[in-house]
């Protein structure tokens, strides 16, 4: 094939998942107060109108309205918001006739086709595309926690995009287009699929995302090699108890400060991040082992996080 083959070859994998994905990709129209605060993309992923976007896109959201790409407008309810994961869904009051297909970002590489597409202005939508430049990125979310499985694509992110979905050459979602680095240009993120697909089962049947907590509050610090060698660590840092809330459930297991925590259940700690992502989910409010060391001892805590409210 030559070049110009190569590039046809291209434009009609674009074109073909573009046609496939558009008419499930909407624009939102936010209202806050009474007074307009902003737009944003969404896309529907389910036959009873469920639209997955950006929790930064609808948070503190007096009103919805949605933007179908038949020309059709719906009015729209928040069915949950996770900030942390800068996630949101959605749902519609009107019927659908289009969603989308949650494809798996952990089989996604490097180099592959990526593209970016929004609806920032109704039902005309904008499409950038580009490849994948980098995975397994991670970045802070608005809340201050930190977001794993972030995809890092040069598929430039047009203001009102936000939201919108990440498609790979077959139109399947492998990403949620959440950010932009301004001084760097052409250099956009997007929230895994697998993240995206959780997050959203977790706000359609319960509202929100569980997470624990233990009433600590913690640092980063790295773990000395003699440390490391002496107790056969698997990470070199850790995080150092700097304070325990009164009654939490760090004071009723024995915590102290300046325990160094290394682990919890069969999962190893490097740090506060690891910490945080430990303690949501389902399993997170249950009896399970706190790993520390205290001065030379190697200690193994039973303790049972609380739900964080």
């Known amino acids: 094939?030559?070049?110009?083959?190569?590039?046809?070859?291209?434009?009609?994998?674009?074109?073909?998942?573009?046609?496939?994905?558009?008419?499930?990709?909407?624009?939102?129209?936010?209202?806050?107060?009474?007074?307009?605060?902003?737009?944003?993309?969404?896309?529907?992923?389910?036959?009873?109108?469920?639209?997955?976007?950006?929790?930064?896109?609808?948070?503190?959201?007096?009103?919805?309205?949605?933007?179908?790409?038949?020309?059709?407008?719906?009015?729209?309810?928040?069915?949950?918001?996770?900030?942390?994961?800068?996630?949101?869904?959605?749902?519609?009051?009107?019927?659908?006739?289009?969603?989308?297909?949650?494809?798996?970002?952990?089989?996604?590489?490097?180099?592959?086709?990526?593209?970016?597409?929004?609806?920032?202005?109704?039902?005309?939508?904008?499409?950038?595309?580009?490849?994948?430049?980098?995975?397994?990125?991670?970045?802070?979310?608005?809340?201050?926690?930190?977001?794993?499985?972030?995809?890092?694509?040069?598929?430039?992110?047009?203001?009102?995009?936000s939201g919108g979905p990440l498609v790979d050459s077959r139109g399947e979602v492998i990403g949620v287009n959440t950010a932009v680095i301004l001084p760097a240009q052409g250099i956009c993120f997007a929230i895994g699929a697998n993240t995206a697909r959780l997050v959203a089962g977790w706000l359609i049947t319960e509202g929100r995302v569980r997470r624990a907590r233990i009433g600590v509050a913690g640092e980063n610090v790295p773990i000395s090699r003699r440390y490391v060698r002496h107790f056969g660590l698997a990470r070199e840092s850790g995080v150092r108890v700097v304070q325990i809330e009164r009654g939490g459930p760090a004071e009723r297991a024995g915590l102290k400060e300046g325990d160094l925590l290394i682990g919890l259940g069969e999962e190893t700690i490097g740090g506060v991040d690891d910490l945080h992502r430990l303690l949501t989910g389902h399993g997170a409010e249950r009896d399970t082992f706190l790993k520390l060391i205290r001065r030379t001892e190697r200690l193994d805590l039973l303790i049972r996080p609380q739900a964080r409210e």
């Open 1 to 161: 094939m030559d070049d110009t083959d190569l590039l046809d070859s291209y434009s009609a994998s674009v074109t073909s998942a573009v046609r496939r994905i558009r008419p499930a990709v909407v624009h939102i129209g936010v209202r806050r107060g009474g007074a307009a605060a902003g737009s944003g993309s969404g896309f529907v992923i389910t036959p009873d109108g469920y639209v997955v976007t950006n929790s930064h896109v609808v948070s503190k959201a007096s009103d919805l309205m949605v933007s179908l790409p038949d020309g059709r407008e719906s009015a729209a309810t928040l069915v949950g918001d996770d900030p942390d994961t800068d996630l949101a869904v959605i749902r519609l009051a009107a019927q659908v006739d289009d969603w989308c297909v949650l494809g798996d970002s952990g089989k996604v590489e490097v180099g592959q086709v990526a593209i970016a597409i929004g609806s920032p202005y109704g039902f005309q939508h904008t499409v950038t595309s580009g490849i994948v430049s980098a995975l397994g990125r991670s970045m802070r979310s608005q809340a201050g926690r930190l977001i794993d499985d972030v995809i890092q694509t040069d598929a430039a992110l047009n203001p009102g995009n």
